[in-house]
Every structure is written in structure tokens, then in C-alpha cells.
């Protein structure tokens, strides 16, 4: 897991020291600055610095690279960033190096990056929140290779208005099991009368989500989805585990149903990961899911010839559905 951190380590990417004294060592600081801006190719009117850093060694993937990728998926992911508080994944050295973790700007220099109304957390830094593909571009000019975003909107931050289910597999098992643990979740959330969306995570899982109309709090949202999660483990206890650590989902999948807590994130579909080969986590229907092979399947080298091919299978600005009471008691009494 990435490092949590607030503020960029200082390197030597942070800016150089002022110089005083003689005008004649400030006009060379500045002449070096416009050569090294020269040299930053414009993405979406952001000038990229180390453009051709390679940041994967397994896709020989540079940073101008991924830069153009965003730019290039900028239609699709927005509707998944805008309007949510955001985290996001530095990897300054690229895959396999230090990454940080971020829920605030720190010193970081991404003037199309929100920062939110400090009351949304309060006693903390301000949030993020993107909302513009400049912002996007930016953040990748700082080193950012994922986003990752809340189940709310900061207009009404109280309310979330999605549940997410995050199905982590035993690394040893094979793929027609993380498709039979998807299927059952999905099953059972129909049985309680909710459409859920799938979409990979783009490591080893799936992410299955389910859209809700902002009517319940946190606490309602987050403890059905730990109900839904333990009659997962109930129906099917020698499949599904609901607890985490690696020694409870042996042989299984488990099931992380935490990510529905105030200030918990998941990353956003089309957003990057920061792993060998930079895969993707990509929408997908559940007619879909067998074929698939593997939740890596789509990177940044092959994704946008899927979107062009087929579009997207989920509409971001779909009608949310509600948690009834009728819901919660029959999951209560078990029924
Ligand atoms: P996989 O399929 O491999 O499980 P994933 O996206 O489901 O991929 P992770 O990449 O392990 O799982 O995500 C970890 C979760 O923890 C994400 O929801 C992310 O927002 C959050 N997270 C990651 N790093 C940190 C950190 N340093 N501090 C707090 N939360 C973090
Ligand atoms: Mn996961």
C-alpha cells in the first residue's frame, strides 16, 4: 500500500532555492527555467517535465506517455472524478517505486485541482476535487499514475450515493472463481431488488457497485454493505470470506465491504494503476465477466481501442436506488 502522505518529499524536483545577490546569477536561473520549460511538451496545454522518464518498465510506458493516455480518456473518466472529494497515487519513480498516497495538495503545484470547503473535513486539510481535464494532466505532471475518489459528492457529503463491494481473491485462485463470487453478489443484491455495476480493479479484483439515490447516511449505507457481505460468507462460507487478512481468505474471495465509510476511496474506473504493464480499471458488463481472464486485462496500451469498439457499458449519471427499510429488516431476520 502507498505511503500516506500530505506533502511531496522535498527532492530535487522541488523548486530551486532564490538566488540573491548579482542579477547576472538570477538571469542564468532563468534562462535555465525557460530552457527546461522549452523542453516540457505541452498535454492538453500542461507542459510535461522528464517526458520521457520511463515509468513502466514492462510497457516501456514514459510519462509523456501516460500524460497523452489521460488526455485521451479525459471524456471517460471525468464523469467519475468530477464533483467527488479525490485521492491520488503518486509514483514519481513509476511502477515498482516509492508511491504516496494523497488526500490533500501539500506542495503540490496543480492550479486546476479543487481544494474543497475545509468544513468537509474539518480539522484537516482541504479535499480534492477534480473537475476539468487540466486538473487531470496536472496531477499526472506531479507524478500522479491513479485517482481515486469517495461514494460522495461534496455538495452533499453526508449523503453517499453509491456502496462499493471490492472482491479480492486469494492470489492462487484461478479467474472462474472471482467470476462465481461476482455472480453471487450480484445475485443477491437482484434478490434484494438493486442493479449493480461491475468493473475491474485493474490489480487482481472486481469492483462491484451499486448506485444509490442520496437518501441514506454513512452509517445506513456502510452497514448494509456489511450484512450484504456477511450473508455472502453465510450462503457460501467455504468461497467468500467477509473478514480481511490473508489467513481468512485462503482458498477463498474475499469480500472488503469497508470501503463504504466517510473518507474511505476507491480508485475510479478508467483511472491508471500504478502496476506492471500500467492496467486500467475498466467498466464491464457481466456478460463479459467469463471471458475476461484476468481483472489487468486492459492498459493503457489497449483500452482506447475498447472504447472506440464498443463505448461504455455504464452510464455515469445513472438514477441512484434507495436502501429501504423493507431491505435492512429482511436482511436482520435473515430472510
Ligand atoms: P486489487 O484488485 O489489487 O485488490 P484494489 O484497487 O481493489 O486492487 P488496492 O490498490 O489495494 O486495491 O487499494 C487499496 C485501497 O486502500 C483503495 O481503496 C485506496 O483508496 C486505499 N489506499 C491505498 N493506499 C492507501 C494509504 N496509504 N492510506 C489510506 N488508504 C489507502
Ligand atoms: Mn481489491
Known sequence: MAKAQDESPATSRSPRRKTTGTGKSGSAGAARARKANAARPLVGGVGISSPDRIIDVDSGATKRRLAEFYLEV?????????????SIVRAPEG?????????????????????????????HARLLQIDEVTGILEAAQMGTVEFHTWNARSDRIDRPDRIVFDL?????????RMVEATC???????????????????????HVIVPLTRRQDWECASGFARRITERLATEAPERIAAKMGAQNRVGKIFVDYLRNQRGASTVAAYSVRAR???????????????????ANRWTVDNLMQRLREQGDPWPADEPGQCITWAMRDRLRKGG
Request: proline share 12%; hydrophobic share 35%; net charge positive.
Open 95 to 123: 511502477v515498482g517505486g516509492e508511491t504516496f498516497f494523497q488526500r490533500h495538495m501539500g506542495r503540490l503545484k496543480m492550479p486546476h485541482v479543487r481544494q474543497l470547503d475545509p468544513s468537509l473535513d474539518p480539522k
Open 276 to 294: 506492471p504493464g500500467l492496467p486500467v480499471s475498466v467498466p464491464i458488463g457481466r456478460e463479459e465477466l467469463s471471458g475476461l481472464g484476468a
Open 168 to 176: 479480492d481473491p486469494d492470489p492462487s485462485l484461478p479467474w472462474s
Open 74 to 86: 479525459a471524456d471517460w473518466l471525468l464523469p467519475h472524478l468530477r464533483g467527488r472529494p479525490l
Open 184 to 206: 453471487m453478489t450480484l445475485d443477491l443484491l437482484a434478490d434484494f431488488g438493486l442493479q449493480a455495476r461491475l468493473k475491474t480493479s485493474g490489480g487482481r479484483g472486481m
